[in-house]
């Protein structure tokens, strides 16, 4: 009797799993209605007569919704020749909008001695980013923070006291700032037919509204005439901002170097990969504001719903060594998306390297005498960005490529959504057995965003897994047509009774929508598949014939498999269902909408030979920093002489047109490369491998050797209850009965590839 009782079981289990209760959602009757607000911006018109507004919803460009997509990147931290290349691969990645801060230190470091030249020239690269096709927003200042000593105020103006105020001393030598930028913006403002749209007026400012609306003052009686003025949505202002003055930008990142704590994923970095609509971040800067509860301002609702800090990497302090991975960008930015945002900006999207300094370096410590925090790096700010110190391509370089292809395609419809949350939503940090979704929607048609993924949580697949969604002007919607599995770690945005060309609807499909390709004028909307969920996909009002699956009526198409060639034939136009990775090779031309495909070739890696010059000395002793919370300080540069030192062997006859890459595989605490006597750049180790250009040091290597000095990493402060350092699990060595660990292991030259 066993035998049959098991199999009687077992037959009901999958009947009650096939026909568990479908996830439901009721989108309401009433849109939000879009606000008729005056906002008090700049010149919005161009001499070509287009016409940059903002509205309650959206950005709009010539009278269309404008879901741009931005990215930053730092001039001062990048060879002025070399920007050209970098900018027209921030294109190329989706990239619309290329914002930069102007770090008051690196121009006027000695009062009085103003530096606007070579990769300072910061009219030099706003033309640049402007003729590859960009749009800029200039983040003026006067405090930016950007891990910059004295968050870019020069030690000069720190000394003198009433620094971010109103204080007449401050603002006059603040004038004297944003008259410099002015200068090198004549003829590059958007009233002037350039491409700056926005100015950013001082950066993470919690003080009285007054001072950011001074700074404004100064700017368009200085000429910084734009359409847009932004400030960052955190923390909350002690004063109430005038509606429409200053647009809050907001921000969220999967994990901080910020935080005291050595721990991984404290306070609530877990907010980020579930869906809200409260726009506000409370991880960011927790060690300048502290831990607070994430509050919107009251007329947050006034505004579009726009970021400019989604982290697109992180970088290590010394006491915190974040080692990213890629789905924590492509997941934040998903949910920020199905949470109601209609522009995605990255904090960082390139890397770089800090410039020297004058009088000190120019990085942020914790030994300096104003909101320094952290310990960082001398030289290095690569941010593991999705475009490298060196311009390394990032695998979140080509994730953040498909979503952007999305905005660019239906950001202007998924613009005219609100945002709907199911009422059975996770319960706190702890709950992963609830899946997380929401769903865009106008009322007729919308999209739904999942994400099972959260850095640093094994989030488990969903099974039986099935919506029921009501729209008010299409009636209730239950798909996919069998309940499914939603595989761990998966993210997705599925389309709901989608308007497509002609009288064609997509009543819902199980694949994400990337875009519009047009070929002999013809129209090809591309999707990727959502692995490990079959592929179907519903029509209404159109005949439908399956290349690449079967058909159920004339409408209803499943078991469709992805190829670069078409899947379906729907009235006039073609569907084309990708694989995984055939949809993060697809580059969609943005002028001539021609679709191609990039070709990820392996690339070539070479052993490099390397020996040891020098043994490690004495272990240094570890001390607190002298910040108002300190944390484990880094080392000084005269720590370095009791480094162990390794010299790598080039090769004589290296290629230095193919941008050779030297890969430096480590394990240490903190290790710093040289050319000789000069310092390039530095590390704290986190298990990624260290990376260097070697093209740009072509000069250098012509004068003296490439070193790598390593300074142990200690046992005692890496390992036990409460570590000084912060090291992901990954990166932890084997000390066996050792008490720290100073070693090259490996390093590589790599040349060609993606």
């Known amino acids: 009797m066993k035998l049959p009782l098991l199999r009687f079981a077992l037959v009901l289990s999958i009947t009650a799993s096939a026909f568990a209760a479908p996830l439901t959602l009721n989108v309401p009757g009433q849109l939000t209605p879009p606000a008729t607000e005056t906002f008090a911006m700049g010149t919005s018109v161009n001499p070509r007569g287009n016409l940059l507004t903002v509205t309650s919803r959206t950005l709009l460009l010539d009278g269309q919704p404008w879901t741009p997509v931005m990215g930053e990147f730092h001039y001062s931290r990048y060879p002025q020749n070399e920007w050209r290349d970098e900018l027209a691969k921030m294109k190329a990645g989706g990239i619309d909008i290329v914002a930069t801060y102007v770090f008051w230190i690196h121009h006027e470091e000695i009062e009085g001695q103003w530096t606007w030249r070579g990769d300072k020239d910061l009219a030099q690269f706003v033309r640049t980013a402007g003729e590859v096709g960009l749009k800029v927003i200039v983040r003026c200042g006067p405090w930016c923070h950007g891990e910059v000593r004295n968050g870019g105020l020069p030690d000069w103006v720190v000394a003198r006291g ?39 007026l001082e950066n993470e400012y919690g003080g009285p509204a007054q001072h950011l609306l001074t700074l404004k003052t100064m700017a368009r009686e200085l000429g910084l005439d734009v359409p847009l003025y932004t400030r960052t949505g955190w923390p909350t202002l002690k004063t109430p901002m005038p509606f429409g003055e200053i647009i809050p930008l907001y921000g969220v990142y999967a994990e901080g170097f910020w935080d005291r704590e050595t721990t991984t994923m404290p306070g609530n970095y877990w907010a980020g990969f ?38 697109g990497g992180m970088m290590s302090s010394y006491h915190r060594r974040i080692l990213v991975d890629p789905r924590d960008i492509d997941s934040t930015t998903l949910v920020k998306l199905g949470s109601g945002s209609v522009s995605p900006g990255y904090y960082m999207y390139h890397g770089g390297t800090n410039p020297e300094g004058q009088l000190t370096t120019l990085m942020e410590e914790q030994a300096t005498a104003i909101t320094n925090w952290n310990d960082m790096p001398v030289k290095n700010y690569d941010f593991q960005a999705p475009l490298g110190q060196y311009g390394q391509i990032r695998p979140h370089y080509y994730t953040l490529r498909r979503l952007h292809y999305f905005l660019h395609h239906f950001g202007p419809t998924l613009a005219t959504m609100d945002t709907v949350l199911p009422d059975q939503r996770p319960i706190g940090k702890d709950d992963t057995a609830t899946l997380r979704w929401a769903v865009r929607s106008d009322r007729k048609q919308g999209f739904l965003f999942v994400n099972n993924y959260e850095r640093a949580k094994n989030l488990p697949e969903k099974s039986g897994v099935q919506f029921s969604i009501r729209l008010p002007e299409a009636g209730t919607i239950t798909f996919p047509s069998k309940p499914i599995t939603v595989p761990a770690n998966a993210r997705f945005i599925w389309p709901l009774n989608l308007q497509l060309h002609g009288s064609a609807r997509l009543t819902w499909a199980t694949a994400q929508l990337i875009g519009i390709g047009t070929e002999k004028s013809q129209f090809t909307y591309y999707f990727a598949e959502t692995p490990g969920v079959p592929a179907e996909f519903i029509f209404t009002g159109a005949r439908v014939v399956a290349h690449r699956g079967q058909m159920s009526g004339t409408m209803q198409a499943y078991n469709v498999t992805p190829s670069r060639e078409p899947a379906l034939t729907v009235n006039s136009f073609r569907v084309v269902l990708l694989s995984e990775a055939d949809s993060l090779a697809l580059h969609l031309d943005p002028v001539t909408g021609q679709a191609s495909f990039d070709n990820f070739s392996q690339p070539s890696t070479t052993p490099v030979a390397f ?17 108002k919370q300190p944390v484990a300080s880094a080392p000084l540069s005269a720590d370095f002489k009791d480094a162990a030192v390794w010299r790598v062997k080039l090769p004589a006859n290296l290629d230095f047109t193919k941008n050779p890459l030297l890969r430096l595989h480590y394990t240490g605490d903190v290790a710093r490369v040289s050319i000789g006597d000069t310092f390039i750049t530095d590390d704290y180790y986190n298990g990624y491998a260290l990376e260097i250009g070697l093209q740009r040091h072509v000069e250098a290597l012509k004068r003296g050797d490439l070193t790598i000095a390593i300074l142990p990493l200690q046992k005692s402060a890496a390992t036990g209850d409460k570590p000084q350092i912060y090291l992901p699990d990954s990166a932890k060595p084997d000390f066996g009965t050792t008490t720290a660990i100073a070693e090259l292991r490996e390093a590589h030259l790599v040349t060609g590839g993606n």
Do not use: M
């Not at 603040?174 to 100015?199: E, M, S």
């Open 162 to 200: 009433n620094v971010r105020s109103d204080e007449v001393t401050y603002l006059a030598s603040a004038k004297k700032l944003y008259a410099q930028i002015a200068t090198q913006l004549t003829g590059l403002l958007w009233k002037d037919g350039g491409p700056v749209i926005g100015i950013q």
């Open 274 to 311: 579930h869906f809200s609509t409260l726009r506000t971040d409370a991880n960011i800067a927790n060690e300048a504001l502290g831990r607070r509860n994430a509050q919107d301002a009251p007329d947050v609702a006034r505004y579009p719903y726009l970021t400019c800090e989604i982290g």
């Open 611 to 627: 020996e040891s010059i020098k043994a490690a000395g004495p272990l240094r002793t570890i001390a607190l920093g002298q910040s």
